[in-house]
T-cell receptor
Framework: QKEVEQDPGPLSVPEGAIVSLNCTYS??????FMWYRQYSRKGPELLMY????GNKEDGRFTAQVDKSSKYISLFIRDSQPSDSATYLC????????FGKGTRLHILP | NAGVTQTPKFRILKIGQSMTLQCAQD?????MYWYRQDPGMGLKLIYY???????DKGEVPNGYNVSRSTTEDFPLRLELAAPSQTSVYFC??????????????FGSGTRLTVV
């Protein structure tokens, strides 16, 4: 089993919809969880991070961590065409382990 | 602040040629990393450094070398380029001992093609 699993997509949703992006992981030692957003031909940028289990909200974005299930989620409310990008989950112990990314297309 | 700066942005190499990918950061971060990103394969760690004079191998170090003589710079050297090294290369940095920032700051990447 790979350390971090993420569906590559692509995921296409209409503008205004709620988007749910997910990752599963195998290493129960992970404590820090992140989501990066990567626009085409750009480097990844840190979108959100959380420590341990629970929810964190930032504007239209909500990050959720369920350590008992080894499952993390990113929700995007009122999705916009500008949200079209690849979203990478990431987890950290001494180094960051990245998921392969999910390509998201928001259709106008 | 410029953040993490990578040069060049694009490069085409012939098989067997060598080149150095440059990476510089102006945030006084101790930790620096080199990743390669291939389509559908995610980010793979090539080398990393925890401070000037200290480097270590990542997941895919073969065919690459690094050095870290200053806090700011972390160049990646490709010797005897091979088609398998065609990829997008990202440099990243992160602070040491910071309790509020757990992420990396990435550069904009170098797109390398070996023909």
């Amino acid at each position: 089993q790979k350390e971090v699993e993420q569906d590559p997509g692509p995921l296409s949703v209409p503008e205004g919809a709620i988007v749910s992006l997910n990752c599963t992981y195998s290493n129960s030692a992970f404590q820090y969880f992140m989501w990066y957003r990567q626009y085409s031909r750009k480097g990844p940028e840190l979108l959100m991070y959380t420590y341990s289990s629970g929810n964190k909200e930032d504007g239209r974005f909500t990050a959720q961590v369920d350590k008992s299930s080894k499952y993390i989620s990113l929700f995007i409310r009122d999705s916009q065409p500008s949200d079209s990008a690849t979203y990478l989950c990431a987890m950290r112990d001494d180094k960051i382990i990245f998921g392969k990314g999910t390509r998201l297309h928001i259709l106008p | 602040n410029a953040g993490v700066t990578q040069t060049p942005k694009f490069r085409i190499l012939k098989i067997g040629q060598s080149m150095t990918l440059q990476c510089a950061q102006d945030m006084n971060h101790n930790y620096m990393y080199w990743y390669r990103q291939d389509p559908g394969m995610g980010l793979k760690l090539i080398y990393y450094s925890v401070g000037a004079g200290i480097t270590d191998k990542g997941e895919v170090p073969n065919g690459y070398n690094v050095s870290r003589s200053t806090t700011e710079d972390f160049p990646l050297r490709l010797e005897l380029a091979a088609p398998s090294q065609t990829s997008v290369y990202f440099c990243a940095s992160s602070p040491y001992g910071t309790v509020t920032n757990y992420g990396y700051t990435f550069g904009s990447g170098t797109r390398l093609t070996v023909v």
